[in-house]
């Protein structure tokens, strides 16, 4: 499990802020995701990342920014936080997708925009 | 679009008594499937592949083609079975997984 982390796990932040998410693995998988976790909504994919330099947009990509310049950090960035993004967010590392490959998820980060 | 839809937001049993958590997926080619447990205060983990035939805590998932299902079965249910389960298949373009919106399982005694 100490595999992959997210920091911080908890965030207060005001309106119009910009919020930076951390997540790191150690596992060097090639595919990393970002999901947040609302009630009614389940899992929703935000952005993932094939491999360094390489992103694509999930489901939810509005007002959310991402990078992976190394393989092993993907943060996620929210430029102008708004009251809707409060949520729990959770980065996700997947060494292979096809195949039935499993899919390790951090501990969380549950970020409250006021 | 691609969906997986589980349709109940909770379900609630008691312990000893069988459980069936639902999953319907829309794929029109051969779908890869998952079932994901989060546990209380714990990470979302992975609980079974139906590429593997698996059987994890007691739980098996047969794919249903024909119904489109990939129902979460376990005989007797337990109280540490008690958790939020999600339903995945993986996308078309074959670069992520699509989640249903999860399944509250409660089991008292």
């Known amino acids: 499990d100490a595999g992959i982390t997210q920091s911080p796990r908890y965030k207060i932040t005001e309106t119009g802020r910009q919020v930076t998410l951390m997540c790191h693995q150690t596992?060097?998988?090639?595919?990393m995701f970002w999901y947040r976790q609302d009630l009614g909504h389940g899992l929703r994919l935000i952005y993932y990342s094939a491999a360094a330099d390489i992103t694509d947009k999930g489901e939810v990509p509005d007002g959310y920014v991402v990078s992976r310049s190394k393989t092993e950090n993907f943060p996620l960035t929210l430029e102008s936080a708004t009251r809707s993004q409060t949520s729990v967010y959770f980065c996700a590392s997947q060494g292979l997708l096809a195949g039935g490959g499993e899919q390790f998820f951090g501990p969380g980060t549950r970020l409250t925009v006021l | 679009a691609q969906r997986v839809t589980q349709p109940e937001k909770l379900l609630s049993v008691f312990k000893g008594a069988p459980v069936e958590l639902k999953c319907n997926y829309s794929?029109?080619?051969?779908?890869?499937l998952f079932w994901y447990v989060q546990y209380s205060r714990q990470r979302l983990q992975l609980l079974l592949r139906h590429i593997s035939r698996e059987s994890i805590k007691g739980f098996t998932a047969d794919l249903n083609k024909g119904e489109t299902s990939f129902h979460l079965k376990k005989p007797f249910a337990q109280e540490e079975d008690s958790a939020m389960y999600y339903c995945?298949?993986?996308?078309?373009?074959?670069?992520?997984?699509?989640f249903g919106k999860g399944t509250t399982l409660s089991v008292s005694s």
């Open positions: 794929y029109s080619g051969s779908p890869e």
């Open positions: 995945a298949s993986i996308n078309q373009a074959g670069t992520a997984l699509i």
């Open positions: 596992w060097s998988h090639s595919y």
